[in-house]
């Protein structure tokens, strides 16, 4: 009874015990192996939903930012009589014509836009290498008389320009001299109240006199500009010298880097990105075509350039941002956005933002 008692206590777990609690195990196993799956995808697809959302964030930002400035400092803008719109509008690139024709990796359907104003933190000339003639941003502002005729070739000024004023001498700005006494001079003529401003070329300075150049059909970097146009500023407009890079141009569209969506910004120095996976960049223009304050038209299936910039009063953004990757068992598209078809179905995750923006500058 005892030998019995004894190999009694000294027994084990039996082989179907055993089994039974290894199945059992493998279930629980399984489960936490399971959830930590499901936790790790979860985590990515949130990491990569928030990436999206920033993306487009960015580029709103800066968007919004270039575009409130349009035509700021700069009404009725032009470059030696030639006009520079303060937007430049494509409608659904293909890249055939317009400036995306020069972007060879464009996204076909997007938009894309071109946003100018006067850049404030420009430059300053810098310092002349040869010693020999001051900065031309150090002359002195000089004031329109405005009792030539409105074809004249010269104008009246009312100050006397050869003395203390500069202008009747050489200048020098950014590598280039401005030699008398056909210096072909940029500069910026604006009416007392602001509602009138265009840049023209100074032609030639008139000895011992109080008159400036302003004649006609001048060429500049090998264009030529209709430039007779001073005397048709009123008395008291102000004259002053403008730097050619005081024009800020911001050149947006999307393009295909690498076989990732970018959208980029051209301010002259080329493409910069200025955010990846924003797919597609839709807009659309409110106007006020009669001049009484209200939108009471809407662009947004057509180009938009020349006159009809200028009645710009609302600009709305569609921005779409798209996940860096495809994750499964998830079924999405590209949505129709403004005037641009809905896409084919995939497994990318997708954020859309819009904006209206009051354009600030237009219409004062």
């Known amino acids: 009874m005892k030998n019995n008692d004894r190999l009694t206590s000294r027994a084990g777990f039996t082989l179907i015990e055993l089994l039974v609690t290894m199945a059992i195990s493998l279930i629980v196993l399984f489960a936490v192996l399971q959830l930590f799956e499901n936790s790790q995808k979860s985590y990515v697809v949130q990491e990569e939903v928030a990436e999206t959302q920033q993306n487009v964030r960015i580029a709103k930002m800066f968007m919004e930012r270039d575009i409130r400035m349009a035509g700021a400092a700069i009404p009725n803008f032009s470059y030696g009589g030639l006009a520079l719109d303060p937007f430049e509008f494509e409608n659904n690139v293909d890249g055939s014509a317009g400036q995306a024709a020069s972007i060879p990796n464009i996204v076909a359907g997007t938009d894309l836009l071109v946003v100018r104003y006067f850049n404030f933190g420009a430059a300053d000339c810098g310092v002349d290498p040869a010693g020999t003639s001051p900065a031309c941003d150090s002359l002195s502002q000089i004031t329109l008389a405005a009792d030539m005729p409105p074809t004249a070739t010269v104008a009246n000024v009312l100050e006397n320009i050869t003395t203390g004023t500069g202008w009747d001498g050489d200048c020098y700005c950014n590598g280039s001299t401005f030699t008398q006494p056909t210096p072909g001079m940029p500069f910026i003529v604006a009416s007392p109240d602001g509602s009138q ?168």
């Open 197 to 364: 401003s265009a840049i023209l070329f100074h032609t030639s300075t008139l000895p011992a006199s109080d008159r400036i150049g302003n004649a006609p059909n001048f060429t500049f970097n090998g264009v030529t500009y209709p430039n007779k146009l001073l005397n048709t500023f009123p008395t008291g407009s102000s004259i002053n010298f403008f730097p050619t890079d005081g024009i800020y141009n911001a050149l947006y569209y999307i393009e295909n880097q690498s076989g990732i969506p970018c959208l980029v910004r051209d301010i002259g120095s080329g493409g910069q990105v200025i955010a990846e996976y924003v797919e597609d960049m839709q807009l659309s223009f409110g106007l006020d075509t009669t001049g009484n304050g209200a939108v009471d038209t809407t662009i947004n299936g057509a180009d938009l350039s020349g006159a009809s910039t200028e009645d710009v009063r609302m600009v709305t953004i569609n921005l779409l941002g798209r996940s860096p990757n495809q994750h499964r068992n998830f079924s999405g598209q590209r949505p129709a956005m403004e005037d641009h078809a809905a896409g084919a179905a995939d497994g990318f995750r997708r954020r859309q933002l819009s904006v209206t923006i009051k354009v600030r500058n237009l219409g004062l």
